[in-house]
């Protein structure tokens, strides 16, 4: 890396003509290369099997660029970067010839032999393409090599420790990047220092004063054109293994002792640790599950989950999970986390909602108008900010008390528009800053939680499938499952927050 920050790297990017590396890479490094943050020394080998020019590539990477709404400024000049490679991954004999243009790369740009590696195509080819990397000398390098490994990160425990043993023979464990996508989020990084930057929050963030924690992840896409890949997976394994533990985990993790990613990343293994198992017969108690049935959402007619393309007709895939998650540690014995997500649902929002406990003694109590509690909003997408809900009193003669919001909205606190997770965990990555990544231990402690939850739904068909209607807020046992324990669910629109 140079003084300035701009960092050198030759880039190899496997699955360069797909969708990821279209709408989220290029236009990502192009952010990079505009803030000034690419140095001249990059260049980036896009390998897939189609059969494509140097010049037909540039032309899609400009494409890409352009259909992300970036001001195309130095368009030609950031594209001349890329060049392509014809290759079909299984095949052992194309390596030598990646490996001659990567050498040709490193000298003609100058770029001290960093190597990274973006797997961004389908899980299956992950172990195979790491293991070339190796047998055909491609991580010989000088300078550093990196391997960037999209999700899924296995199917369960079991394909992801021999995904994990597969590609720990060409790299080490401070060498893999293990992309989640949520931590590259500008409000999920803010989680930490909302709660260690505030003396505010800091000490009631317990279970002395913290009733209960709600994180939700609502879409109103389906599953569309992803039929094949998510009736392997379901909602479970495509968001909660990964995105919704990952949030629960930065929202429990004990303070590090310093800002590092391997301190961080150890308290965060601590709260997957102390995750309650919940398994058997259990697992209803906790978990729900839902699928989508056939409606109208935005005036327009949308099918059944069971109707999607590559979709079994009997499908028993859940498109939606609601889930009570209990840390039995010392600071959290007694309080739950509860989670959900699900396509298809009346809103694309993803929030966190902190519920404090009730005052002790309420004294401006009136009958059939109880105090609002305190709440903690992170907003995290689409707005990006916080509120923190308080009562005051109302204005006027009386006592009466009344809620009032205090707001901040990031973007315009920092008059710009936040950069996207891509930008961020590429920039991290490039610079060596492993702390957004998912470490093995994380992953193989989620995975061991999942799995039992998978196995009891795997072993019994439900059959209120579909139980929830395009546009709704997701199956009513959903419902059920807070006010059993004397909660609801906070329903937050635009900024506003009322019970569900
Ligand atoms: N798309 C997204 O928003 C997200 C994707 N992901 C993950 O990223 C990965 C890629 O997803 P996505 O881009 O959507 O997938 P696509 O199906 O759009 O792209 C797959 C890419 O792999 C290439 N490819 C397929 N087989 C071979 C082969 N044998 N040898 C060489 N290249 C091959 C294809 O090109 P060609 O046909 O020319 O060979 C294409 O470039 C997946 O793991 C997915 O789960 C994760 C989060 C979000
Ligand atoms: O990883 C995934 O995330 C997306 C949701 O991401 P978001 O940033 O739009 O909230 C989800 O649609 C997809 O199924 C899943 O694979």
Redesign the pocket.
């Known amino acids: 890396m140079s003084q300035n920050g701009e960092q050198k790297s030759l880039i190899m990017i496997?699955?360069?003509?797909?969708?990821?590396?279209?709408?989220?890479l290029f236009p990502s490094l192009y952010r990079l290369f505009r803030k000034g943050l690419l140095s001249d020394r990059f260049a980036v080998i896009?390998?897939?099997?189609?059969p494509?020019t140097n010049e037909q590539f540039q032309e899609n990477v400009k494409k890409s660029v352009v259909e992300a709404g970036e001001n195309a400024g130095g368009i030609a000049e950031f594209a001349s970067h890329f060049y392509y490679h014809?290759?079909?991954?299984?095949?052992s004999a194309s390596y030598a010839a990646l490996k001659g243009m990567a050498k040709e790369l490193d000298n003609h740009y100058g770029l001290g032999g960093n190597r990274i590696f973006y797997?961004?195509?389908?899980?299956e080819?992950?172990g195979p393409i790491a293991l070339h990397l190796k047998s055909d000398g491609l991580t010989d390098v000088q300078g550093f090599k990196r391997l960037v490994i999209?999700?899924?990160f296995g199917h369960d425990l079991e394909s992801a420790i021999e995904l994990n043993e597969q590609i720990r023979t060409a790299f080490s464990e401070d060498e893999v990047y293990r992309?989640d996508?949520y931590l590259g989020k500008q409000m999920v990084q803010n989680i930490e220092v909302i709660r260690f930057a505030n003396a505010l929050f800091e000490p009631l963030w317990n279970n002395r004063y913290i009733s209960n924690i709600q994180v939700t992840s609502s879409e109103t896409l389906g599953v569309e054109e992803?039929g094949r890949?998510y009736e392997t997976s379901g909602a479970l394994r495509d968001m909660v293994q990964n995105h919704m533990l990952q949030m629960v985990a930065l929202l429990a993790m004990e303070p590090p002792i310093k800002l590092t990613t391997d301190e961080i990343r150890s308290e965060k293994i601590r709260v997957f640790r102390s995750l309650r198992t919940i398994e058997g017969e259990e697992v209803s108690n906790y978990f729900v599950r839902g699928q989508y049935g056939a409606g109208t959402l935005d005036g327009k007619e949308v099918p059944s989950y069971r109707d999607e393309p590559n979709v079994d007709k009997n499908s028993n895939t859940e498109t939606y999970v609601a889930g009570k998650l209990m840390i039995d540690n010392q600071r959290w014995a007694g309080v739950p986390f509860y989670i959900r997500t699900g396509k298809r649902l009346g809103a694309k929002s993803t929030k966190i909602i902190v519920q404090f406990k009730d005052v002790p003694m309420n004294l401006y109590y009136q009958p059939n108008k109880p105090l609002n509690p305190n709440l903690l909003v992170i907003h995290i997408q689409p707005e990006e900010g916080i509120t923190l809900h308080l009562n005051a009193k109302k204005a006027g003669q009386g006592m009466d008390a009344t809620e009032v919001k205090l707001s901040f909205a990031n973007n315009a606190i920092n008059e710009m528009n936040t950069p996207e997770a891509y930008e961020l965990l590429l920039y991290d990555c490039m610079r060596g800053d492993a702390t957004n990544f998912a470490h093995w231990d994380e992953v193989a402690l989620s995975w061991s939680f999942v799995d039992k939850i998978s196995d009891a739904w795997e072993s019994t068909k439900d059959e209120s499938f579909p139980n929830y209607e395009p546009g709704s807020r997701g199956p009513a046992a959903a419902d059920e499952l807070l006010s059993k324990d004397g909660f609801f669910w906070w329903r937050v629109r635009d900024l506003k927050v009322e019970r569900c």
């Open positions: 496997f699955g360069a003509t797909g969708d990821l590396a279209n709408r989220k896009g390998v897939a099997r189609r494509l014809s290759h079909d991954v299984t095949d797997l961004a195509m389908a899980p080819f992950f999209e999700k899924p992309i996508h992803r890949y």
